[in-house]
């Protein structure tokens, strides 16, 4: 039989984005690609203001940074995992 789901509850969703931004700090503070590409991502989003690229592009320059960043932060999840194990 399964469990019932659980209530909603502030004090975990709180605990679970301390954890995020924890990850985040490891990530920053371990990597130094992550950092490399922060610093690429800021770098577009200062020239994307400088050009003032339209709505459009802005979407397409947002989705391409959070991909790549997300994938470096998957992939660091896995490099500590195999280090861990």
């Known amino acids: 039989m399964s469990k019932p789901p ?37 770098a577009a989003i200062v020239l994307g203001v400088a050009w003032r690229v339209s709505a459009d592009e802005w979407r397409w320059l947002v989705i391409a940074i959070v991909m790549v960043l997300a994938a470096e932060l998957v992939n660091t999840a896995f490099e500590h995992l195999c280090d861990v194990v």
Do not use: C
């Open 6 to 42: 659980e209530a909603f509850s502030l004090a975990k969703r709180i605990r679970s984005f301390r954890y995020a931004l924890q990850g985040l700090g490891f990530a920053l503070a371990s990597q130094h690609n992550f950092r490399i590409q922060l610093v690429a991502a800021v």
